[in-house]
């Protein structure tokens, strides 16, 4: 008897010891000391969802598993009807009555959904992106969601790669302020209440970096091009306080992230401080089998060793790491660690104090898909848009007349919500004919002819229409539909034709080499613009495309990637003017696929091209067969309005170390329209003890004006603004000269400079 006491008191006072060091939890290390390693095992698994049918998931198979604690969480299950009933197994059946997490990739909305977020982030606003995350996480968790698998903060220069969509661009500072827009969207200042859910960035990391383009495929770069360019966003997301980490499923270093210790344990931990848990990737763990890291057992055990917490959908962890326990490959400890990262993020959920506190099924009536919500959603997908072109103030259209819109995307609604949009109800999004028919009503006469199919390839076309989202190809011959739509087009006072790429076209596992506007609807766009009628192009897309040849040849051009559930009334309010558009590019568009990767912030050469009129100079870092400057610049955007800059001015031409310079321009609408306009500061450190970029992206600021009206735009520079990473990896300022450029974008800037002195 005694020894029995002295065994419980240990144990208790064990307990007691864990709760009192940092960050430990009473209640966590009181289910630690009561979970068999085989239920340790479990929360560590998160597998599909699997069969479970609303009224029958107690007799499937993935219940039984739960009952047994072998589940620490679900993917892809959506209702509050199929996940309370599977919620009850894990709190009423299984031995310890531990809650589960339900993650979706709730990524640019939920039921309501927002532009792609490649489209968000060109609306440059942090408060309008914040909300549209609030709203996501408010109708996810209203149907029972509690994890999402956003943000995306991969930063990407290489527009061949698929998912570039589904990220912010090619900017660390600007991905890092909209990683912590998203982060307080979804997660806000309490995940207990229960309109919030935990976010996961991802994927981390450099993810968006592959070799030629091609998704999943190696990454290589130096540490001191990533710890600058690449690794700002995740550090950023982790500084917001995000709850989850997702690994990516490329190498680095040549070890796969899903099992490198040095990126998921030395630099997310120890370097950053990250407490949260660290999720695989979709099969991440098995992948790395792929990758040669050895088989399944081997490949488990050395993620959980590097860092991971939780195996995504493969099983590794559930079906070999008691036997890696057992040979002495995986320490208990490093078991111990993973289940209290996971148990803390329920118990920081709320998850112990109600298992159910997303069941309430009158949110799920009343909260998801309301009309305010795509009435927001209207507004935003109009702030994303992005105007290229507009030659001879085409836009904004008279709502008057006849219009021919032509095009295979004018009329499909499963399109216009973009890639990455599972929980969309496809049918109930506004095609762009369908909003024009709204907004329009009886002033405008309104034709249709679809023109083309979305490719002259029937089963290129069928690869990129994957998931719900079909063109329905047209067995019609090429020439019958290009007719149908040139007839229409001759009674048109104006061609609207709306083209580009398909939803599915972009997105993961969606590269392209070749990303041109597709073939047959390059000839229709130009057979329409023989017809002498005027043609605005009416650009959709999840990418930056090459445009060379329409950027020259079409009067008007509006980019509005894939804009979300209210897609057509949205690009009818800024076609007609409702709305002026105020997007700015947040890519670089190149002259052809031959430029890529470009981007803005590059550095010099030794042998720098300083002729930006195109013109070829031998022995300088140019092309033989086209020049170096991009079709559209990082930052650029057109407005229906002018926007001039005048007067750029210091507050001192020197700063001392911990002093701040404030820099101020006066920007003046100088045209017909009320407008807004993204002014833009960036910075060159004129000479480092390391090479710098000629310009880099350190503030900016969304400003509404009047027509007529002026305002003076003051920006604070402070020594924070001024650091890098040097060669060994130091977070330092140099002293120095730094210019400082103010504009309307990359290229297009007023330039003054100013001395850093150090004490």
Not at 584 to 605: A, C, D, R, S
């Amino acid at each position: 008897m005694n020894k029995i006491i002295l065994i419980l008191f240990s144990l208790m006072l064990s307990v007691v010891l864990r709760a009192q060091e940092k960050n430990t939890i009473p209640l966590v290390e009181e289910l630690l000391s009561k979970m068999t390693l085989e239920e340790k095992i479990g929360q560590l698994n998160l597998p599909g969802s699997g069969d479970v049918v609303t009224g029958q998931a107690k007799n499937s198979d993935i219940a039984k598993k739960i009952e047994a604690g072998m589940v620490g969480g679900l993917l892809n299950i959506t209702s509050v009807q199929k996940i309370k009933e599977v919620q009850k197994i894990a709190v009423e059946k299984s031995r310890l009555k531990i809650p589960l997490l339900f993650g979706l990739d709730v990524i640019h909305g939920y039921r309501t959904t927002f532009p792609i977020p490649l489209g968000l982030s060109t609306s440059w606003d942090m408060e309008l992106i914040e909300k549209t995350a609030r709203m996501a996480a408010n109708e996810a968790s209203a149907d029972g969601i509690n994890w999402t698998f956003s943000p995306m903060v991969d930063i990407s220069r290489d527009p061949r790669w698929g998912r570039v969509s589904e990220g912010s661009g090619e900017d660390v500072y600007l991905g890092s302020e909209i990683a912590k827009a998203m982060i307080h969207g979804y997660q806000g200042d309490d995940l207990t209440k229960n309109y919030t859910i935990m976010s996961c960035v991802k994927h981390f990391a450099l993810y968006g970096a592959p070799e030629a383009g091609r998704d999943y495929n190696t990454v290589d770069m130096s540490r001191i091009r990533m710890y600058n360019e690449y690794l700002p966003p995740y550090k950023a997301a982790i500084d917001a306080g995000v709850g989850s980490v997702m690994a990516s499923f490329n190498e680095i270093d040549g070890i796969p992230a899903t099992g490198n210790k040095w990126l998921l344990t030395n630099l997310l931990r120890k370097q950053w401080g990250f407490e949260g848990f660290v999720v695989s990737d979709y099969t991440g763990v098995n992948e790395m089998i792929e990758h040669g890291m050895g088989d399944l057992k081997t490949s488990s055990a050395l993620a959980l060793n590097a860092g991971l917490d939780m195996d995504m959908i493969g099983e590794g962890f559930l079906t070999t790491l008691k036997k890696s326990v057992e040979e002495g490959t995986v320490k208990m400890t490093q078991i111990d660690n993973a289940v209290r990262r996971i148990l803390k993020a329920k118990y920081d959920l709320g998850l112990f104090d109600d298992p159910y506190k997303y069941c309430d099924i009158n949110r799920t009536q009343t909260e998801i898909f309301t009309k305010d919500n795509r009435q927001f959603a209207r507004e935003v997908a109009t702030q994303s848009m992005v105007l290229l072109k507009n030659e001879n103030q085409l836009l904004p259209l008279k709502k008057s007349g006849t219009i021919a819109v032509v095009g295979p995307l004018a009329n499909t609604k499963e399109n216009m919500a973009g890639t990455w949009s599972v929980a969309t109800i496809q049918n109930k999004s506004i095609a762009l004919l369908e909003g024009l028919k709204t907004v329009l009503g009886d002033k405008v006469k309104v034709l249709y002819a679809k023109g083309s199919n979305l490719t002259y390839d029937a089963a290129l076309e069928q690869r990129a229409t994957m998931f719900g989202k079909e063109l329905n190809r047209d067995d019609r011959t090429d020439k019958e539909l290009l007719d149908e739509a040139l007839k229409i087009a001759m009674r048109a006072d104006i061609i609207v034709a709306a083209l580009g790429e398909s939803a599915e076209f972009s997105g993961e596992s969606s590269s392209r080499t070749n990303i041109e506007i597709p073939d047959v609807q390059k000839d229709l766009l130009k057979a329409l613009l023989k017809t002498g009628k005027p043609v605005v192009l009416v650009l959709f897309t999840g990418r930056p495309l090459v445009l060379k040849e329409e950027s020259k040849i079409v009067p008007a051009i509006l980019n509005v990637w894939f804009p979300g559930s209210e897609a057509g009334l949205a690009i009818s309010d800024v076609l007609f003017g409702d709305v002026n558009p105020s997007g700015k590019l947040t890519t670089t568009f190149p002259q052809n696929v031959g430029q890529i990767p470009l981007f803005y912030n590059h550095k010099n050469t030794g042998r720098p091209h300083k002729n930006k009129e195109g013109k070829f100079e031998k022995f300088t870092s140019n092309y033989i067969d086209e020049r170096n400057e991009p079709v559209y610049p990082f930052g650029y955007g057109l407005s229906y309005t002018r926007f001039t800059y005048d007067n750029l001015r210091l507050s001192s031409d020197k700063m001392i170390e911990n002093d701040t310079i404030k820099v101020t321009v006066d920007v003046t609408n100088t045209g017909e329209f009320n407008g807004k306009e993204v002014v833009q500061l960036y910075i060159r450190d004129v000479i480092g003890t390391v090479t710098r970029p000629v310009k880099e992206l350190k503030g900016f600021q969304k400003v509404a004006l009047n027509r007529g009206e002026t305002k003076a735009v003051t920006f604070s520079i402070s020594i924070e603004d001024l650091k890098f990473y040097n060669f060994d990896l130091d977070f330092v300022a140099e002293h120095g000269e730094f210019e400082v450029f103010v504009g309307t974008n990359s290229d297009d800037t007023l330039k003054t400079s100013f001395r850093l002195e150090m004490n």
